[in-house]
């Protein structure tokens, strides 16, 4: 089946490691995103990227860093220098141009211990 | 940059009553998202908006786009529990690319 994978569910991580959040999708699709989710702060953008090669930073990206080295794949490393990452991380793709719908990931749950 | 402004943002309602749940944007939208969510779970796609004055339903959710393309609504009719969730309005900034979000509603109905 067609969609968006991301790993680990749930992942522990001591302070001052890094951690790299995997995303991949079998959708064919140009552009995909990585959020952040905390409590009452909805979705904030971290990263997107429209094609391969090439990402840019979303609202939030500091601690943060991404590649797009593949169409299908968009990891996410939350470095030691996040502050509080904590979090619900939530992944996406789309074909990259407006009037088509943005498929999301099951998330992945992250905790600094 | 655009943002997005969720009200209310959160609604406590008996079952069997109506709802409405709006978003504005600061800036003209080109194409609305309307996800669905429980927190800690990936979103659920409701329906998109592109075109001034459109409406789309689903079931018992409706979503409109006015006129002037910078705000959206969604009612749900006679609401059931299984429409409890985290409601997310979503929107291509510009030209840009970026897809942002609104901080969302969380919906409650009683049984």
């Known amino acids: 089946d067609g969609g968006i994978t991301q790993s680990p569910k749930y992942l522990f991580r001591k302070e001052g490691q890094n951690v790299t959040l995997s995303c991949e999708q079998n959708?064919?699709?140009?552009?995909m995103y990585w959020y952040r989710q905390d409590p009452g702060q909805g979705l904030r953008l971290i990263y997107y990227?429209?094609?391969?090669?090439?990402?840019q930073k979303g609202d939030i990206a500091e601690g943060y860093s991404v590649s797009r080295e593949k169409k299908e794949s968009f990891p996410l490393t939350v470095t030691s220098a996040q502050k509080n990452p904590t979090a619900f991380y939530l992944c996406?793709?789309?074909?990259?141009?407006?009037?088509?719908?943005?498929?999301f990931g099951e998330g992945s749950w992250l905790t600094v211990v | 940059s655009q943002e997005l402004e969720q009200s209310p943002q959160s609604l406590i309602v008996q079952e069997g009553k109506n709802l409405t749940i709006n978003c504005t944007s600061s800036k003209t939208l080109y194409g609305l998202y309307w996800y669905k969510q429980k927190y800690g779970e990936g979103l659920i796609f409701l329906m998109m908006?592109?075109?001034?004055?459109e409406e789309k339903s689903h079931e018992k959710i409706t979503a409109k786009l006015d006129e002037k393309k910078q705000q959206s609504s969604l009612h749900i009719t006679a609401s059931q529990p299984s429409h409890a969730g985290i409601y997310l309005c979503g929107a291509f900034g510009g030209s840009q690319g970026n897809l942002i979000f609104g901080k969302g509603t969380k919906l409650s109905v009683k049984p």
């Open positions: 908006l592109q075109k001034g004055g």
């Open positions: 959708l064919n699709h140009d552009a």
């Open positions: 990227s429209q094609i391969v090669n090439d990402f």
């Open positions: 996406a793709s789309s074909p990259g141009h407006l009037g088509n719908t943005i498929y």
